[in-house]
């Protein structure tokens, strides 16, 4: 299996939104609306932001959301935060029962 | 609240395994509603999805790894397992281990912190 392709940076300015897309397969992103979004911070473990390409587990904010469009997910982050700069991973679950992660992008906020 | 931690060698010599365990506590690893599973990453790379297990014994790899992987599950002591075999430098990285969630549409809502493991001589 490839690794989903993300760019491989972005950036925004505090307050301004941004988006991140994540291209897959019919076998995995397109296969299942298990797409997954991850922040990482320098030296921390992911967390999880998005699940179900667009549910926000429980006390993550609403400024981050997710949609999808046939092989290709995007997360989307409003008002653009000095702590949103990390590196943000998208995953997918696929129609093999394995999982794939996309090769992360790292976000800056200017 | 449930935490992870991963334990074992931080230094492994080429050629042999590596073997770490997770720690699972706050929580039975015997449930239905998620599988455990391991991820590394690289130093100044991305994240890589090693392989999962379900509490059954049920294990899912990732290809490019299966011939070198094993995952197993040990519920007595709610810990989960990995061995990768006949490492190279190219296995250097952080180990994560976490928790896929079928709650969460497999996404993985608990994570270790991470050991760092170096492949070296």
């Known amino acids: 299996q490839s690794a989903l392709t993300q760019p491989a940076s972005v950036s925004g300015s505090p307050g301004q939104s941004i988006t991140i897309s994540c291209t897959g397969t019919?076998?995995?992103?397109?296969?299942?609306?298990?797409v997954s979004w991850y922040q990482q911070h320098p030296g921390k473990a992911p967390k999880l932001m998005i699940y179900d390409v667009s549910s926000r587990p429980s006390g993550v904010s609403n400024r981050f959301s997710g949609s999808k469009s046939g092989n290709t997910a995007s997360l989307t982050i409003s008002g653009l935060q000095a702590e949103d700069e990390a590196d943000y991973y998208c995953s997918s679950y696929t129609t093999s029962s394995t999982w794939v992660f996309g090769g992360g992008t790292k976000l800056a906020v200017l | 609240q449930l935490q992870l931690q991963e334990s074992g060698p931080g230094l492994v010599k080429p050629s042999e395994t590596l073997s770490l365990t997770c720690t699972v506590s706050g929580g039975p690893i015997s449930s239905s509603s998620y599988y455990w599973g391991w991820i590394r990453q690289p130093p100044g790379k991305g994240l890589e999805w090693i392989g999962s297990i379900y509490y059954t014994g049920s294990t899912y790899y990732n290809p490019s790894l299966k011939s070198r992987v094993t995952i197993s599950v040990d519920t007595s002591k709610d810990q989960f397992s990995l061995k990768l075999s006949s490492v190279t430098a190219a296995d250097t990285a952080v180990y994560y281990c976490?928790?896929?969630?079928?709650?969460?549409?497999?996404?993985?809502?608990?994570w270790g912190q991470g050991t760092t493991v170096t492949v070296s001589s």
């Open positions: 019919s076998t995995d992103v397109g296969g299942y609306n298990f």
């Open positions: 976490a928790r896929p969630s079928l709650i969460q549409g497999y996404g993985m809502d608990v």
